[in-house]
């Protein structure tokens, strides 16, 4: 998925799916952090996983009637599985750290995952790492503890959500990475969204989880909702998968952090929180750092096949 010598490269274009596909995640983000009041957070992620699953069977399902059946066959099954696993623990951290921190601030520590990338590769894959890289990582750790502000109380043990969702994620992209799987992006969005499905159903199943009654009492306004979301994180993922096909992923990545200026203005507007200097001057930095590591990470991996799943949402 290299678009640059594409005749349908349309960097211009793939910038404006970017931009769009922020607004999706992050009004997604804050219509979970408002749902979550009134229905069971697990609910709600099962939901959209769900709906995802449904989606791309459809699609992939009119595919297969126009002659193209082989999109439903994945050539790395258990890969498929681990991959979707770790986006279902990651999206789990999301769902459930937005409840507890606003969005704009959750958002911003949780897209310190090109940094983490960056700590991982060095430690994990031994691989080098050039001194500016780990500048960043330092810095974008820098711009997360003004953010966090240890020992002021401000966010308390929540912001081990976003922090444990950018580790699970960038686990995520390094084994993507270092097993560089040839998949379609519409077989690989249909498997993330069927394995967080069964594994959930399984969970809201067999777990000590009350489903029907939380449900019998929702009202018509969060059913649909709820049916919101799951619109929302699909149409999200395919903007992603558009974009791609129109300008390389190096021109892209820096747009994605557009979601946290979205996030803070549906946070001002919606939920009446407006981040402060210091939180402002920590996701300036960590925004700098992060968009500077993803650039770098897709510039070193520019031979290698381009995963549909930059975004954990």
């Known amino acids: 998925m ?9 960097p211009a274009l793939g910038i404006a799916l970017i931009l769009l596909m922020a607004a999706c995640f992050a009004s997604m983000d804050s ?48 890969f498929q599985a681990v991959r979707g696993l770790l986006l279902l623990i990651t999206s789990a951290m999301s769902f459930y750290g937005v409840q507890y921190m606003p969005v704009a601030e959750f958002t911003a520590i949780n897209m310190l995952t090109p ?29 997360a503890l003004i953010v966090i502000r240890p020992g002021s109380g ?15 994620y960038a686990s995520f992209q390094v084994l993507t990475a270092k097993l560089a799987a040839l998949e379609s992006p519409y077989t690989t969005h249909f498997y993330t969204g069927m394995t967080g499905s069964v594994l959930l159903s ?14 019998r009492a929702a009202s018509a306004w969060q059913l649909g909702l709820i049916a919101f979301i799951g619109l929302l ?21 820096p747009f994605v952090y557009t979601q946290i200026a979205v996030a803070a203005t549906i946070g001002y507007f919606v939920f009446g929180h407006a981040p402060d200097g210091y939180a402002w001057l920590g996701m300036g930095v960590l925004s700098a750092c992060g968009a500077t590591s993803a650039w770098l990470n897709v510039r070193r991996s ?12």
Do not use: C
Request: no cysteine; proline share 7%; net charge positive.
């Open 2 to 10: 290299n678009p640059a010598s594409n005749p349908r490269h349309r």
């Open 115 to 143: 940094v983490v990338v960056t700590l991982l590769a060095a430690t994990v894959l031994h691989e080098r790492v050039s001194r500016l890289r780990w500048a960043l990582v330092i810095g974008g750790f820098i711009g």
């Open 233 to 253: 994180g699909t149409v999200g993922h395919l903007l992603l998968i558009l974009a791609l096909g129109l300008a390389p992923t190096g021109t892209l990545m």
């Open 31 to 78: 219509t979970i952090r408002y749902l979550g009041a009134f229905l069971p957070v697990l609910l709600i992620l099962w939901a959209r996983y769900s709906f995802q699953a449904l989606a791309m069977l459809i699609w992939l399902g009119s595919q297969a009637l126009r002659g193209k059946p082989g999109q439903f066959r994945a050539a790395h099954p258990k």
């Open 302 to 313: 520019q031979q290698s096949p381009v995963s549909v799943d930059t975004i954990a949402d």
């Open 154 to 168: 401000l966010f308390g043990w929540a912001v081990l959500f976003p922090l444990a969702g950018a580790l699970t």
């Open 202 to 215: 399984l969970i809201l199943a067999f777990g000590p989880f009350e489903v029907l009654a939380p449900l």
